[in-house]
Every structure is written in structure tokens, then in C-alpha cells.
Nanobody, 116 residues
Framework: QVQLVESGGGLVQPGGSLRLSCAAS????????MGWYRQAPGKQRELVAAISSLGSTNYADSVKGRFTISRDNAKNTVYLQMNSLKPEDTAVYYCNAKRLQHPDYWGQGTQVTVSS
């Protein structure tokens, strides 16, 4: 069965950093584009960052220069390094796997709270 399992969320002060991880199983990881989405209270789920199977990246304007997405195909894992965190980054963060002509897969989400 396909599983995406996020970890690394938690409570952090404004200006702090967190690194999220998403470990995938049950897929040929290197064939999939991977992404991080987030959903804040009262808002729609939005794309935060994505990385293609070849390593090209895309970021939401709100996180450019602060967040970095990366992948380690040997570990079947995608990461989101989050620096200079702001209260408006508070959300549940979800891992997504996408492949042409295949269904998408989603993780269960991990809570990130930025507050003093």
C-alpha cells in the first residue's frame, strides 16, 4: 500500500526554523513529483513548494527565500526546510506525490505552529 508519512512539525517561535520530512513507501519514488501543501484555519489548502522528478523546484510567493524543498531518492524522502518562520505560516502541512497518468497520494499532515 502507498503511504506518505510526515514528521517534524511542532511549536516554534517567530523567526525560528523547522525541517519537515515526508517518507514515502509503495511507490517508485523517483518517478514522482513531490510537493508540500498547507491548510491554515479558515483557508483553502495551498501549494507551498514542489520538486519534480528531475529536481526543479517551485515555491509559493509567500515562502520564497525562506523555505527550501529537497528530495533524497535513496531514502524515498522529501524535505521542507522552513526558516524565518512567521505566525502566518501556522497550518497543517501535507505531503503530496504526483505522477502523470497516475492518482495523487497524500500524507496525513503535520501541525506547524509559529507563536511566541
Amino acid at each position: 500500500q502507498v503511504q506518505l508519512v510526515e514528521s517534524g512539525g511542532g511549536l516554534v517561535q517567530p523567526g525560528g526554523s523547522l525541517r519537515l520530512s515526508c517518507a514515502a513507501s509503495g511507490i517508485i519514488f523517483s518517478f514522482y513529483a513531490m510537493g508540500w501543501y498547507r491548510q491554515a484555519p479558515g483557508k483553502q489548502r495551498e501549494l507551498v513548494a514542489a520538486i519534480s522528478s528531475l529536481g526543479s523546484t517551485n515555491y509559493a510567493d509567500s515562502v520564497k527565500g525562506r523555505f527550501t524543498i529537497s528530495r533524497d531518492n535513496a531514502k524515498n524522502t522529501v524535505y521542507l526546510q522552513m526558516n524565518s518562520l512567521k505566525p502566518e505560516d501556522t497550518a497543517v502541512y501535507y505531503c503530496n506525490a504526483k505522477r502523470l497518468q497516475h492518482p495523487d497520494y497524500w500524507g496525513q499532515g503535520t501541525q506547524v505552529t509559529v507563536s511566541s
